[in-house]
C-alpha cells in the first residue's frame, strides 16, 4: 500500500499538473490528492498497530521496560513517540514524491515559456558550482528521476532480505521451543522471522515496531550469536545508509534547491518571492527526523560493535569470533563515514535555506550566491 502509492502518486500529479504563470507546474487537485494521502496514512497506521499489538507482550516480557532514549518511560508515552516518528515519515514519503511529480512536469519542457523555465535555473547553478562535471547533473528532470528511481532500492533490500525464494516451503508454524526457526532469503541469508519483520518495518517507516532495537540489543542481544550479531549491525548500518543519506540527505538538498528554485521563479515572473506551502511543508517534513534517526543508529551501532568486540576477548583463540570482529570493525568505519556524510549534507542543506532568504536570486552554494542576471530568465 505504501510502496505502490509512492510509484503511483508522481505519475498521477506529472499527468495532471498544469502549468503557471511563474513555469512551476500546480496540482490541479491538490486538495483531493492530500485527503487521499491522509487516508493512505492512516490505513497505513493501522496495519502497523495491529502488527504493534503482537510484539508488545513479548517485548514487555523480554525486557520488562519501555526506554525512550535510554530512559524508562511509560507505555503510552513510549507509544505516542513512536507513533509520531511513524506519521512523520510517512508525510516526508508522500510530500516528497508530491514535489518531486511537481517537479518533473515543470523540467519536462511542458512548461517552458520565453523568459522562465525550472531547468535553465538549475542547469545555471550548477555550471556555478563544483558539480558541474557530473554526467546528467545539469537536468533536473533526470535528477528527479533518479533520486526518485533510487528510493526504491528500500523496498528492494527489505524483500531480497526478508522474503524467502520459495514461500511455500517455510513452516509459518508456531513454536514453544527455545530454537530459533531461520529460513533462506532471497539474498541467501538465514535469518528469523523477527529479522524478517524488522526489514520490512524499516523499509515501511514502522517505526514503532523497531522502536525498542536500543532496549533490544541491551537486553537480548549479548545472548545471541556472533553470526546474528553482524547481521543486526549489518541491518542498522544498511538503513541508515539508505534511508538517512541517500534519501534523507540528498533529497534534502535537492528539495532545498527546489524551494530556492521557486522563489527566483517567482521573483523573476511576479516581482516577489510568495511561499510555496506544500514546497516548504516538504522540507519542513525533511528536516524534522534528521537529528534523532543519527542518535538512534549510531548508537545501535556502537553497542552492536561493542557487543561483537566483547565476544572476541573473551573467546580468545577463536577463530569464528576474531573474523566477527573483523567483519564488525570494517561495518563500523562504513557507518562512521555515512555519518560524517550525513552531518555534512545536512548541515550544507540548512545553510542553503537560510541563504534562500539572503540572497538577491535566493540561490546558493558554496561558491556563494548564485548569478542569475546574466540569463535570459531575469533580462
Known amino acids: 500500500l505504501l510502496w ?212 533490544n540489543i541491551s537486553e537480548t542481544m549479548p545472548k545471541w550469536k556472533s553470526d546474528a550479531q553482524i547481521l543486526e549491525l549489518k541491518r542498522v548500518v544498511v538503513k541508515f545508509c539508505l534511508r538517512q543519506v541517500f534519501e534523507g540527505a540528498v533529497l534534502l538538498n535537492l528539495q532545498v534547491s527546489l524551494w530556492s528554485i521557486t522563489r527566483a521563479l517567482a521573483q523573476s515572473a511576479l516581482g516577489a518571492s510568495p511561499i510555496d506551502k506544500t514546497m516548504l511543508a516538504s522540507v519542513g517534513f525533511s528536516f524534522l527526523p534528521a537529528a534523532y534517526p543519527l542518535y538512534s543508529e549510531t548508537v545501535k551501532a556502537y553497542r552492536i560493535w561493542a557487543l561483537i568486540a566483547k565476544g572476541e576477548h573473551s573467546d580468545e583463540g577463536s577463530e569464528e569470533a576474531s573474523w566477527a570482529a573483523r567483519r564488525a570493525s570494517f561495518i563500523g568505519i562504513f557507518h562512521v563515514i555515512m555519518a560524517l556524510s550525513y552531518i555534512g549534507l545536512c548541515a550544507y542543506a540548512a545553510v542553503k535555506l537560510v541563504k534562500s532568504f539572503m540572497c538577491p536570486t535566493s540561490m546558493w552554494n558554496v561558491t556563494g550566491c548564485v548569478e542569475l542576471s546574466t540569463s535570459i530568465l531575469f533580462k
Not at 16 to 39: H, N, R, W
Not at 55 to 75: D, E, H, I, T, W
Not at 98 to 127: K, M, P, Y
Request: glycine share 6%; aromatic share 12%.
Open 4 to 215: 505502490g502509492s509512492f510509484i503511483s502518486l508522481p505519475i498521477l500529479v506529472y499527468t495532471t499538473a498544469e502549468c503557471s504563470d511563474s513555469g512551476l507546474a500546480d496540482a490541479p487537485y491538490e486538495t483531493y490528492t492530500m485527503i487521499g494521502i491522509a487516508c493512505v496514512i492512516f490505513a497505513v497506521m493501522g496495519i502497523e498497530v495491529a502488527c504493534l499489538r503482537f510484539l508488545v507482550a513479548p517485548q514487555y516480557n523480554s525486557y520488562g521496560q519501555f526506554k525512550l532514549m535510554g530512559r524508562r518511560c511509560g507505555f503510552h508515552t513510549w507509544l505516542a513517540v513512536a507513533i509520531l516518528n511513524s506519521v512523520i515519515g510517512h508525510l516526508d514519503i508522500f510530500t516528497t514524491t508530491f514535489v518531486f511529480g511537481r517537479v518533473a512536469r515543470s523540467a519536462s519542457g511542458a512548461c517552458r515559456t520565453d523568459r522562465l523555465n525550472i531547468d535553465d535555473i538549475w542547469r545555471l547553478s550548477v555550471q556555478q558550482s563544483s558539480l558541474w562535471w557530473i554526467p546528467g547533473f545539469g537536468s533536473l528532470e533526470v535528477i528527479a528521476l533518479a533520486c526518485w528511481a533510487f528510493m526504491l532500492l528500500q523496498a528492494l533490500w527489505a524483500l531480497a532480505h526478508a522474503l524467502p525464494p520459495r514461500p511455500w516451503a517455510v513452516d509459518y508454524g508456531i513454536r514453544r521451543s527455545d530454537e530459533i526457526y531461520k529460513f533462506t532469503t532471497i539474498s541467501c541469508q538465514s535469518v528469523s522471522f523477527r529479522t524478517a519483520m524488522k526489514h520490512l518495518a524499516d523499509a515501511n517507516r514502522m517505526l514503532s515496531v523497531t522502536f525498542n532495537d536500543l532496549t
